[in-house]
Every structure is written in structure tokens, then in C-alpha cells.
């Protein structure tokens, strides 16, 4: 087995190397003056089974096409299975028609890894279970919540437990935050919000009693804080004793920080699922747990071909 890293995210590679105590393979991306991507693998890879760790996170369209670059130079290399480990699925919010005209775009960004040449994909809470199906090839989608649960169970004391109310932030998250919370036998709540534009959102109501509630909003993306921060406002305005939010990815764009940090929210946990810039980790609102023991384990067990789901009792 080989680990191998693109620029996304070093940071999380380097960890899951150690987990899995193998050294990162040696690689070699550059740029053209025209700023096309140049790879070079450093080491032969000829009957190999690749684990190629590239989460395509901003700049996305630049992390793509290395991962796809990257898939191709090791399917030239004679690489025996390339498993694309893309923590963080980009474009995975396009994941339907939305208005006549408009793309799919995480079906396209799901033939392009497979018509590359990656024979698998790793990932972590994809922002729809159906995206799994997009792909020809097997798709192995981790769970974020083991992590959080651990970390939940730390930060609350029994008694604050007992006080637990897991928010969805709308109505597409009910899912996967009454899956948490039956880990606590908790209640959950639920925020109307409505977008009346692309990058806006507003909440409309709260579904539940929140009054004197520890509420935990618990979501896949945080990318402007505008869902979150409105949220925490509500929620806070309807009687929530405090509110804190659990979330997988840390999109992060601006506005994201300011609005935390001037924010209803004690604390913001999220991911390594995508690697941050200083500006997020100076940030004392934001703090990350990492998946990397998770994806650690999870690549251990595909390549001795062992039961994933398994890693989720
Ligand atoms: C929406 O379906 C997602 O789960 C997130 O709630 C959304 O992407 C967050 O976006 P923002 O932070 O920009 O409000």
C-alpha cells in the first residue's frame, strides 16, 4: 500500500501517515508559467495499491484537476488500484437540476475521477447519500459523527447532557442530526430557513422547544456562517440556554470568521476534512477534530479488504 498526497490538504495526509505509520510517497507538483498542473511521482508504483488523500476545498477547481492529473500520471505509472481519497466532495451541492438549464454538477465531477482512472472513492459525510450513486465505482462514505461524538461526550459534563437539544439547521439536515442525537437520547429541533437568494438565508421558524436547552446545530457545510449565525440567533432569541454547532466541513468563505466570531455561538467545531488557513485556526471560536484515526482505518481496512460499515458498530 501507498500513501500519496496532493497540495489540498498535507496537513490531514501527513496525519493519517502516521496513523498508519507508512511515509507519504515522494511526489513532485508544479506549475507551468501558464500555470497548467506538472506531476511527477518519485518512487515506482508499478502493482500498487494507491491511496491518493486530495480533498477538492477552494480553490476547487485547481485541487480537481491535480487529483485528476495525479490519477492519470499513476494509471500510466502501472498502479495496481487508485483509491481517491477526497475527504471533502466539492460541487456537491449542485446535485440536482435546480431550474431548467442548469448543470449536475456533482455527476460530472464524479465521471471525471472515474473516467481518470480511480478504481474507488473514500470520503467523509457527503452533503447527500444519493452522491454515492453518482459514481461507477465503489464509493465508501464515512461518517463524521463518531468523531463528534467523542468530542461531545468530552465537552459536556453529564449533567449539561441531559440538557442536549441537537438543532438541524433546515429542513435537508433532519436526517442525519436525529442520528446523533439518538446516540444521546436526545430530542432534536428543527430551523425553517429559507433562501431568498443564492448566499442568503433567513429563518423563518423554529420547529421544537428550545427554551433553556444546550442546543448543538449539527450540519455537513459551513461555507459563508450566514445558515449558522442565523440560527444561533433564533434559537438564542427563542430561550436556548447556549448554542454550539457541530459541523464536517469547514468551507469557511468569507464572511465566515467575522460572522462567528460576532456570533450568538460559543464555539464552532469542525473537521480537518479541509486544510485552514491561519486567519481560521487564529480564530478562538473555531476549534477541529480530526478524521484522521477515521480514514486511518478506513484505507486499512479496504486494503485488506475488511468491512468498512464495520467502523460504524
Ligand atoms: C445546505 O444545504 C448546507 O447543509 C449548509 O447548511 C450550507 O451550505 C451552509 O451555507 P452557509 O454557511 O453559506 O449559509
Do not use: W
Not at 500555470?35 to 480553490?59: C, H, M, W, Y
Not at 444519493?130 to 461524538?149: H, K, R
Not at 461526550?153 to 440538557?163: G, L, N, P, T, Y
Not at 436526517?175 to 436526545?186: L, P, S, Y
Request: net charge neutral.
Amino acid at each position: 500500500m501507498k500513501l500519496i498526497s496532493g497540495t489540498a490538504n498535507n496537513d490531514l495526509a501527513k496525519s493519517i501517515a502516521d496513523v498508519l505509520d507508512i511515509p507519504l510517497t515522494s511526489v513532485e507538483i508544479e506549475r507551468f508559467r501558464d500555470q497548467e498542473i506538472f506531476v511527477r511521482i518519485n518512487e515506482n508504483v508499478r502493482g500498487e495499491d494507491i491511496f491518493l488523500i486530495q480533498p477538492t476545498s477552494a480553490p476547487a477547481n485547481d485541487h480537481l484537476m491535480e487529483l485528476l492529473i495525479l490519477i492519470d500520471a499513476l494509471v500510466r505509472a502501472s498502479a495496481q488500484r487508485i483509491t481517491a481519497v477526497v475527504p471533502y466532495f466539492g460541487y456537491a451541492r449542485q446535485d440536482r437540476k435546480t431550474g431548467g438549464r442548469t448543470p449536475i454538477s456533482a455527476k460530472l465531477v464524479a465521471n471525471l475521477i472515474s473516467k481518470a482512472g480511480a478504481h474507488r472513492v473514500l470520503t467523509v459525510d457527503l452533503h447527500a447519500g444519493q452522491i454515492q450513486g453518482f459514481f461507477d465505482i465503489p464509493t465508501d462514505n464515512l461518517f463524521g459523527q463518531p468523531v463528534f461524538i467523542t468530542d461531545i461526550r468530552e465537552q459536556f459534563s453529564k449533567k449539561d447532557r441531559s440538557k442536549l437539544l441537537f438543532v438541524s439547521p433546515d429542513t435537508g439536515g433532519v436526517v442525519r442530526t436525529r442520528a446523533i442525537a439518538k446516540q444521546f437520547d436526545a430530542d432534536i429541533a428543527i430551523v425553517d430557513k429559507r433562501r431568498p437568494k443564492a448566499g442568503e438565508s433567513e429563518v423563518m421558524n423554529i420547529i421544537g422547544d428550545v427554551a433553556g436547552r444546550n442546543c448543538i446545530l449539527y450540519d455537513d457545510i459551513i461555507d459563508s456562517g450566514g445558515t449558522l449565525c442565523n440560527a444561533a440567533k433564533a434559537l438564542k432569541d427563542h430561550g436556548a440556554n447556549t448554542v454550539s454547532a457541530y459541523i464536517t466541513h469547514g468551507v469557511l468563505s468569507d464572511p465566515a470568521v467575522e460572522r462567528i466570531t460576532k456570533s450568538e455561538l460559543t464555539e464552532v467545531v469542525i473537521t480537518d476534512t479541509i486544510m485552514q488557513p491561519q486567519k481560521v485556526k487564529d480564530c478562538d471560536k473555531i476549534r477541529e477534530c480530526s478524521t484522521a484515526k477515521l480514514l486511518g482505518e478506513a484505507i486499512r481496512r479496504i486494503a485488506n479488504d475488511e468491512s468498512v460499515s464495520k467502523l460504524f458498530g
